[in-house]
């Protein structure tokens, strides 16, 4: 049998004898079907002591599918779940209410179980810093599962600074230094410059002019620089109004010492009471008799003409912008225009401001 395998080309190994008409060998898993045409011509018994290798492996975990099928669901929900945030951690919250500062960034989509890889999280967070008089900075940052938000607090109205903690005076945000007025520290940039978002502006480490010592200091200052913020707004083909169906019913209503006793309901889903509403009164009785009329409206869509589409997409886009802009910055300038990408209308704003970029960041 093994010379004939041998001569059929069916590779054969640690072919051995184990008593004369036995044989124990190893041979390949594909090349086992052979045997059995082979055999008819020697009448010898074939039986298969152990079967190995990966197929056979698999073979057997393929007869636990639920396995299978869970172990694959749980790899695709662990990298599921990796991609997105579920943890929300605020830091440097003091005057202000946390959960208010959470319920802002929630509005904006930074809420646990969402990706936020791919948000200008830089721009929300300016956003966000720019609706309240409490925050001076706000940054978020993506740290696995977690959304690190890291706020610094503006000063309140007759705080002093602790001038005992050396620090450096960092960017908030980018934009162009109109003018810097540095109180301690030494400044690293000039009017003029273009700064980034976290560059440093006045330095806390000081170094002496003639290199004979450094030392680390409070730095703080003003830098006043101009900042550019920008919207843009689909400008939309129909816009939904209320109008009036002409139907009408009559409304009355009785009031005693100002409290409202009796008053007939309105038959329509969605309706305005007429301005022309009467009284009459009962004196001496504090009793009062009102009525008026029920007026139907529904809501309606209309299609805008070129030129509403264009004066609503700017007047959209002027109050995005504005929306983004900090109460206590000076507005320089707003340029409104519309483009069309795509054969379709946008408006676009630009609004130039003029203010303090600079916060104090601690040494670490």
């Not at 690190?148 to 109205?157: M, N, P, Y």
Request: proline share 4%; hydrophobic share 40%.
């Amino acid at each position: 049998m093994a010379s004939l395998l041998e001569r059929e080309g069916v590779p054969l190994r640690d072919l051995r004898r184990l008593a004369p008409h036995t044989l124990i060998c190893t041979m390949p898993a594909r090349d086992f079907r052979r045997l059995h045409r082979l055999n008819g011509r020697c009448r010898c018994r074939i039986r298969i002591l152990r079967k190995g290798g990966g197929p056979f492996r698999l073979r057997r975990l393929w007869r636990r599918r639920v396995l299978i099928v869970g172990m694959a669901a749980a790899l695709l929900a662990a990298f599921w779940a990796s991609r997105r945030v579920w943890f929300v951690e605020v830091q440097g919250c003091e005057r202000m209410d946390e959960a208010v500062l959470r319920q802002a960034l929630q509005e904006q989509g930074l809420c646990p179980g969402r990706n936020l890889r791919r948000l200008p999280l830089s721009d929300l967070a300016d956003y966000v810093a720019a609706q309240y008089e409490e925050l001076a900075f706000v940054e978020l940052h993506v740290d696995g599962i977690f959304l690190r938000v890291r706020v610094r607090e503006a000063l309140a109205e007759g705080e002093r600074m602790d001038l005992s903690r050396p620090c450096d005076v960092v960017s908030t945000r980018e934009g162009i230094v109109t003018r810097i007025t540095v109180y301690g520290g030494r400044a690293q940039v000039r009017v003029g410059d273009k700064v980034h978002k976290g560059q440093l502006l006045i330095a806390g480490h000081v170094t002496a002019r003639d290199e004979s010592m450094t030392y680390t200091t409070h730095a703080f200052g003003e830098v006043l620089a101009a900042v550019i913020y920008r919207a843009q707004v689909a400008a939309p083909s129909t816009v939904t109004a209320w109008a009036e169906t002409g139907s009408e019913a009559p409304w009355a209503a009785i009031y005693f010492a100002g409290r409202k006793l009796l008053e007939r309901a309105c038959p329509f889903e969605d309706a305005d009471l007429a301005t022309n509403k009467k009284e009459l009164s009962l004196a001496p009785w504090p009793l009062r008799v009102c009525y008026g009329t029920w007026r139907e409206k529904v809501k309606t869509e209309r299609g805008l003409s070129p030129a509403e589409q264009k004066e609503t997409a700017l007047f959209e886009a002027e109050r995005m912008a504005l929306l983004q802009v900090p109460r206590q910055a000076k507005i320089l300038m707003i340029d409104r225009h519309t483009v069309v990408k795509d054969g379709k209308l946008y408006g676009v704003c630009t609004v130039t401001t003029e203010e303090n970029i600079g916060y104090t960041k601690e040494f670490t």
